[in-house]
């Protein structure tokens, strides 16, 4: 068997068992991705940070044509020194983040999924003030961007389940 085959072979092998498990991109047509885009409202936000959020998941989500769901959120965010120096300067802070949401479907207002995702990110400060504000801006809108990419991925893998 020439080397080719056999790296042919080798993938169809591996590929093999997908076929038989349900597999299904969801983003294909008729997939959970489509069943999603255009079907859910996103609270309003309320905050920066919301309107981060809210922002993400309406490019992921689409903006609603048919108000088929509600998604609310809450946000919880905490900040931690990472790297202290030896006079006690603090060179990078951990921001922790966590969202919890429910999905509700409008017309019966049943709650059809609750959960929560966190992560993290960090920021180095320096010497100016401006620059660490500008650092720890950009850490909390890297955080809220990663945060509703989880909330994405926990709406499509749970989709088949109440859509």
């Not at 969801?26 to 255009?38: D, E, M, N, T």
């Not at 030896?86 to 966590?98: K, L």
């Amino acid at each position: 068997m020439s080397s080719s085959d056999r790296r042919h072979f080798l993938s169809l092998l591996a590929v093999a068992p997908l076929a038989g498990c349900g597999f299904a991109p969801v983003y294909a047509p008729g997939g959970a991705g489509q069943v999603l885009r255009g079907q859910v409202l996103v609270a309003a936000p309320d905050t920066r940070l919301g309107f981060q959020l809210v922002s993400r998941l309406e490019e992921r989500l689409g903006l609603p044509e048919a108000e088929t769901y509600l998604l609310g959120y809450t946000i919880e965010t905490s900040e931690t020194d990472l790297a202290i120096t030896g006079t006690n300067d603090i060179t990078r802070i951990n921001i922790a983040g966590t969202v919890r949401f429910t999905l509700t479907e409008t017309a019966t207002d049943t709650e059809v999924l609750a959960d929560s995702v966190s992560t993290f990110t960090a920021y180095s400060t320096t010497s100016t003030a401006v620059a660490t504000a500008a650092a720890r801006r950009d850490a909390q809108d890297r955080l809220m961007i990663a945060l509703a990419d989880q909330v994405m991925s926990r709406l499509l893998a749970s989709s088949l389940r109440w859509s």
